[in-house]
């Protein structure tokens, strides 16, 4: 008889001879890798705009960079201040740092204020209402990457410690002498870039130690929690050197962040499908005394489960690359490659791993046949007791739903349509400082900016505009607005005198929410505006923080109201032809869609209503999103493969279900619980943006491993009877 092609792959990968040819390729792989390619997080992280250059802040921001240099270039903003109010001698310091940093530029510095050739008496004019604070710029060139520029920092430092004869960067906020923080764009770059590389160890180490007690909990075996660390390791060590490849290469913009949460993403799912294989590998060495064979007719029942799973995250992360926002197109390739590699190593690696340990894999409680337990009692002279029935408890679950469908589906949609609900409350932020820590360095600095002078000049609106050559100003009539607190003096371009520039102040935080609808108000007043001019026919910019955030908020909805719908699709036409069951792909697709916001909604209750925090980051929703509706899928077909499995073997719809139920279950929850304890883990992180992510995705995960799953997806196969198999040939089945 011939062989399926799944069993046979088992062979070749985990035969006799063969499973040694496996481990050393891949081992090889790794080493070889590691030797001719750069590590992925040694490589420089990006450190451009997210937002697409035809927006208008972006094409305002290059116009300010031809017409006016001076503002040209990466800001690095160095917030002085003391409590007491800034002293002449201060000030007289900052003239020395910044003839020192004339005198010797450092690499990528494109434009300095001349600080030290004005009067300090005209420079102390600069400082705060409250004359505690004053912010100085350096400019650095946007090709400066985040190493030279943390170098330059530590310069900066090294100098103003020279000239000042104290280090007022490492002091205590508290404390009654001269501080200062770097902030803006360089120095949010900088402290970033720190975090993310002291995070991705802790990351990692928690991970894998939140992965081993899970493991040790629920199998207890030593040997079991480690094999699929070790395959899944393995695997990291072959994907870092090539996305590093990719990256130094410039294929790729490498993304501190996303590799941050890809470590647990290739840890928690890689562990989840070695479960699959190694938890079918142990019923069938229940039954077969060979373990080669049984090596073969694991990987045959359990590899079609892995792949399809596998690639629905795959193309599922892949549809990232369909977003206009840096940070999303950002996630696809390491994403989707990193999953791509790590389930070929499950499917090569591991039954190679496991051809060598055998049943000692899963050493003290070591599964035999019957005759092979019978022997071995006989041997150690004790009495042979009858095992005990697998699955039993989740055979009792199965048995409950497909019995009582409507109770079963009337309880889990309240709770999912609740939690669901809630997410209709959610509020966003689109400011990714209040994400980081606030004693970091350039938060503190954003702090004291915010704390010692109005709420516009965090953050001015820039305004230009094309006066097509008229004598024109507008100063008047910006600061006429009612959301404008002050409007600076008009300047003209350098080389375009016709571009005019006007930096506009409001009246209210420019991070705000509020101040992004004044900006969005502004527009449309711009418009009036310049008809009144008389310059209808001409162009105008609207640039600064608060225009850039209102263009991050229209193009993350873009990508959401793009990427979402292609994803479902996608997914959708892959569970069809896997299942070939319309209704069942249907509904299956509806729970997960629903289990999302209701996570979304749950995670909100955590986050508002338990840590206190105002407001959700905006791009949680794409980000969880995607995981949860391709994850969450992961569960349904592995179990639906084995409902299938059931009904093909003649068994009666309801039994097939509760079946498919029992045999999946244990292995499904202890999936769901590395995979939720692995997401988890990010909330331990001090970024906020990473905790709020891991929070709502762990939530989801949870909902679809312990509501969708075992309950609400087998209800409503149960329900819909033999139309869940249409138009498959199950479906005639009686």
């Given at each position: 008889m011939k062989k399926h092609p799944l069993e046979r792959w088992g062979e070749i990968v985990g035969g006799k001879k063969t499973r040694w040819v496996t481990l050393g390729l891949w081992i090889a792989?790794?080493?070889?890798?590691?030797?001719?390619?750069?590590?992925?997080?040694?490589?420089?992280?990006?450190?451009?705009?997210?937002?697409?250059?035809?927006?208008?802040?972006?094409?305002?921001?290059?116009?300010?960079?031809?017409?006016?240099?001076?503002?040209?270039?990466?800001?690095?903003?160095?917030?002085?201040y003391r409590e007491a109010g800034l002293e002449m001698s201060d000030i007289e310091g900052i003239q020395k740092l910044y003839a020192a940093l004339g005198a010797n530029p450092l690499p990528g510095q494109e434009a300095l204020p001349p600080f030290d050739q004005m009067p300090p008496q005209a420079l102390m004019g600069s400082v705060s209402e409250n004359g505690a604070s004053i912010v100085t710029p350096v400019f650095f060139s946007t090709e400066a990457n985040t190493d030279t520029l943390k170098s330059n920092l530590a310069e900066i430092k090294r100098m103003t410690e020279e000239q000042m004869e104290e280090n007022p960067y490492d002091t205590s906020l508290h404390d009654d002498v001269l501080h200062a923080r770097f902030s803006g764009p360089v120095g949010i770059s900088v402290d970033a870039t720190d975090l993310f590389k002291s995070a991705d160890f802790q990351l990692m180490v928690a991970t894998v130690i939140i992965i081993l007690v899970i493991l040790l909990l629920i199998y207890r075996s030593p040997i079991l929690a480690i094999v699929p660390l070790v395959v899944v390791g393995i695997a990291f060590m072959v994907v870092s050197p090539l996305l590093g490849w990719m990256a130094d290469s410039g294929w790729i913009d490498k993304d501190a962040q996303a590799i941050s949460i890809m470590i647990v993403l290739l840890f928690g799912a890689g562990t989840d499908y070695c479960l699959f294989l190694i938890t079918r590998y142990r019923d069938v060495l229940l039954e077969e005394e060979n373990k080669f064979l049984a090596l073969a007719q694991a990987i045959r029942e359990s590899a079609g489960a892995i792949v399809m799973s596998g690639l629905t995250v795959v193309i599922?992360?892949?549809?990232?690359?369909?977003?206009?926002?840096?940070?999303?197109?950002?996630?696809?390739?390491?994403?989707?490659?990193?999953?791509?590699?790590?389930?070929?190593?499950?499917?090569?690696?591991?039954?190679?791993?496991?051809?060598?340990?055998?049943?000692?894999?899963?050493?003290?409680?070591?599964?035999?046949?019957?005759?092979?337990?019978?022997?071995?009692?006989?041997?150690?002279?004790?009495?042979?007791?009858?095992?005990?029935?697998?699955?039993?408890?989740?055979?009792?679950?199965?048995?409950?739903?497909?019995?009582?469908?409507?109770?079963?589906?009337?309880?889990?949609?309240?709770?999912?349509?609740?939690?669901?609900?809630?997410?209709?409350?959610?509020?966003?932020?689109?400011?990714?400082?209040?994400?980081?820590?606030?004693?970091?360095?350039?938060?503190?600095?954003?702090?004291?900016?915010?704390?010692?002078?109005?709420?516009?000049?965090?953050?001015?609106?820039?305004?230009?505009?094309?006066?097509?050559?008229?004598?024109?100003?507008i100063t008047e009539d910006l600061a006429a607005l009612p959301y404008v607190d002050f409007v600076s003096e008009v300047r003209t371009g350098e080389t375009k005198p016709d571009i005019q520039l006007y930096e506009v102040d409001l009246n209210k935080n420019p991070y705000s929410n509020e101040a992004m609808d004044d900006v969005e108000k502004m527009k449309e007043d711009m418009k009036e505006i310049m008809t009144g001019a008389g310059l209808a026919e001409t162009g105008f910019w609207l640039g600064g923080e608060t225009s850039a955030q209102l263009d991050t908020k229209e193009v993350q909805y873009h990508d959401e109201t793009l990427i979402q719908p292609v994803m479902i699709v996608i997914i959708f036409l892959v569970l069809l032809v896997y299942l070939r069951a319309l209704i069942t792909a249907v509904h299956l697709m509806i729970t997960v869609i629903v289990s999302f916001f209701a996570a979304l909604g749950a995670g909100w209750l955590i986050i508002h209503g338990l840590l206190g925090q105002e407001a959700m980051a905006s791009a949680i929703p794409?980000?969880?999103?995607?995981?949860?509706?391709?994850?969450?899928?992961?569960?349904?077909?592995?179990?639906?493969?084995?409902?299938?499995?059931?009904?093909?073997?003649?068994?009666?719809?309801?039994?097939?279900?509760?079946?498919?139920?029992?045999s999946t279950g244990a292995v499904i929850t202890s999936a769901g619980l590395i995979l939720a304890g692995t997401f988890a883990v990010l909330a331990t992180l001090p970024i906020q943006l990473l905790v709020q992510f891991g929070i709502v995705t762990a939530v989801g995960i949870l909902l679809d491993t312990f509501i969708v799953r075992p309950l609400l997806v087998p209800a409503l196969i149960t329900v819909f009877g033999k139309f869940s198999y249409w138009p498959s040939k199950l479906w005639r089945k009686e």
């Open positions: 792989l790794a080493v070889v890798l590691a030797m001719i390619f750069p590590q992925v997080n040694s490589v420089d992280n990006y450190g451009g705009s997210d937002l697409p250059a035809e927006l208008m802040s972006q094409q305002a921001d290059a116009l300010l960079e031809e017409q006016f240099p001076s503002d040209s270039g990466i800001p690095l903003l160095i917030v002085w599922g992360l892949a549809t990232l690359a369909l977003a206009d926002y840096g940070a999303f197109q950002r996630f696809a390739v390491p994403f989707s490659f990193g999953v791509l590699l790590t389930g070929i190593a499950v499917l090569t690696l591991l039954p190679a791993v496991l051809a060598v340990l055998g049943r000692a894999a899963f050493w003290p409680f070591v599964p035999r046949t019957a005759d092979m337990a019978k022997a071995y009692a006989a041997d150690k002279k004790k009495p042979y007791k009858e095992p005990k029935q697998n699955h039993r408890y989740m055979r009792k679950l199965g048995n409950f739903v497909t019995s009582n469908p409507w109770l079963v589906i009337i309880l889990t949609g309240t709770v999912l349509i609740g939690l669901a609900y809630t997410s209709t409350h959610i509020k966003y932020n689109y400011d990714l400082l209040s994400s980081f820590p606030e004693d970091m360095p350039s938060r503190e600095g954003f702090t004291l900016i915010e704390e010692n002078f109005t709420p516009g000049e965090l953050a001015p609106v820039q305004v230009l505009i094309d006066t097509g050559g008229k004598d024109t100003n794409l980000y969880s999103f995607v995981f949860i509706i391709a994850l969450g899928n992961d569960y349904n077909i592995f179990m639906i493969s084995d409902i299938w499995k059931n009904r093909k073997r003649d068994h009666r719809h309801t039994d097939a279900i509760a079946g498919g139920v029992a």
